[in-house]
């Protein structure tokens, strides 16, 4: 018999605790996971998958109450109802849940829901008490929203509350200027809110091309939502009415019936136990991991956002098949960090893959740059003049393009075939040697010149 109860112990069951579980499971591993939450993670409960659904609702919204009269249609008595779109995001999110647990009862594997901490490098302890040997560990319990100290911080949410609000908020401030914050400020301002958005400083999105950037704020102010930058908060205070007051640097407070703190996520390391067996925690409280996710203490390996490599809900799941490939399936495999796409569905959304320009420039020296400025052809239907931009970046002395980037409708869609194109080397010629599909937005690719 086995010194140890479980061949691999997870803590955690988000996209790769939930991953790494099954791909061990059918190496012939005996598995368990513990989850303290709702097995599914934060991208399926409270992350990714139901911020998407808000955000198809949004648009709709838009298209509603903008567009509906130039595709012919006069509609009468439209009325909004939060909860019935809440409810039935929740809803979707039951059937996930769902869809992930029997995802472990078909690999064997089994769960506990609860809480699970590291009590040595062979063993976990769960919140009743009981502990349990493994030969080997998994930490997968990603990251969890960060809220600056300031005065009432206790009075407002962050996006793990957010789904669950009990009215629609008229008046919502938003702190931060990340890809969560413009997300919801997109969502709350389509479906009728009075939305505000307030950062510590002048920039919107760090880490994508500039030139996206400088589109998307002044689109987003023209739709209705306000920007103060410079201006974190220092104070929120509630009112008689259940009202809140959002002091923010310098300028009048803010009314607001709801404030949404977005200022980044770091990984949920509080309290873990890894003291226990040794490991000590990096930069922001990140796990540290070698290339192979293992950690200083040979029987403990971590995946996904709690080792802040990238923070990114596909990267984990590859991260977690990796590493039960490794360990369980005798073929060591490690993770490539470049080249990864990513979008931030903002309304307009923007999706890149590769280097920004100035990351290029910085690389390479000098490079080309291919652009097309076109107003979809979708936007015709709109009031709103709203234009598309694409954007190439190119090495001129191999041709390859370093870097595809993108802002307007269903961006992050056409992305992911670009994405291709980067990760496989292909050069500028290939595309232009490409036919065009017309008429589409995605033509633009292969018709800068």
Not at 99 to 106: C, H, I, P, R, V
Not at 205 to 211: A, K, M, Q, T, V
Not at 303 to 328: C, K, N, S, W, Y
Not at 391 to 400: E, G, W, Y
Request: proline share 5%.
């Amino acid at each position: 018999m086995s010194e140890f109860e479980y061949d691999l112990f997870v803590i955690g069951a988000g996209s790769g605790g939930v991953r790494a579980s099954r791909i061990a499971a059918s190496h012939g591993a005996k598995v368990a996971v513990a989850e303290e939450f709702r097995i599914g993670g934060t991208c399926v409960i409270r992350g990714c998958v139901p911020k998407k659904l808000l955000v198809y609702g949004s648009h709709f919204a838009h298209e509603l109450l903008h567009d509906a009269p130039f595709y012919g249609w006069t509609i009468e008595g439209a009325k909004f109802d939060w909860a019935s779109l809440r409810d039935f995001v929740a809803r979707d999110v039951d059937r996930l849940e769902r869809a992930y647990t029997n995802t472990l009862d078909n690999n064997k594997v089994d769960h506990f829901l609860e809480r699970a901490i590291i009590a040595g490098p062979n063993t976990v302890r769960l919140a009743s008490g009981r502990e349990i040997s493994a030969k080997f560990i998994l930490v997968a319990v990603g990251a969890w929203p960060v809220v600056p100290e300031f005065e009432g911080s206790e009075h407002c949410i962050t996006s793990n509350e957010v789904f669950h609000l009990p009215t629609f908020p008229q008046r919502v401030v938003i702190q931060g200027a990340g890809y969560i914050a413009l997300e919801f400020a997109g969502i709350f301002n389509a479906l009728g809110a009075d939305v505000t958005v307030v950062n510590r400083s002048d920039k919107i999105l760090r880490g994508y091309d500039e030139d996206l950037t400088d589109r998307l704020l002044p689109i987003m102010q023209a739709r209705g939502i306000t920007f103060g930058f410079n201006r974190p908060i220092s104070r929120v205070e509630k009112q008689a009415d259940g009202s809140l007051l959002v002091h923010a640097g310098e300028g009048e407070p803010i009314a607001a019936d709801v404030v949404l703190v977005a200022t980044g996520r770091k990984p949920k390391t509080d309290a873990l136990g890894l003291e226990n067996a040794g490991i000590e925690l990096g930069h922001n409280g990140a796990i540290p991991v070698d290339d192979f996710s293992k950690t200083s203490c040979d029987s403990i390996y971590a995946v996904g956002d709690v080792t802040d490599r990238v923070q990114l809900t596909p990267v984990a799941i590859r991260e977690g098949h990796a590493f039960a490939d490794t360990v369980f399936g005798g073929n060591p495999r490690s993770i490539a960090y470049d080249h990864i796409p990513s979008a931030v569905f903002s309304q307009p959304p923007i999706a890149s893959v590769g280097l920004t320009e100035a990351q290029a420039r910085k690389v390479h020296g000098h490079v080309k740059v291919f652009t097309s400025d076109f107003r979809p052809m979708k936007n015709m239907f709109s009031p709103i003049a709203e234009r598309g931009y694409y954007k190439l970046v190119v090495d001129p002395a191999t041709d390859k393009v370093l870097g595809v980037h993108m802002i307007g409708p269903d961006s992050p869609e056409i992305l992911q075939a670009a994405a291709i194109a980067v990760k496989a080397g292909l050069t500028k010629a290939d595309f232009d040697d490409t036919v065009a599909l017309h008429p589409s937005m995605a033509e633009e690719l292969v018709l800068m010149r």
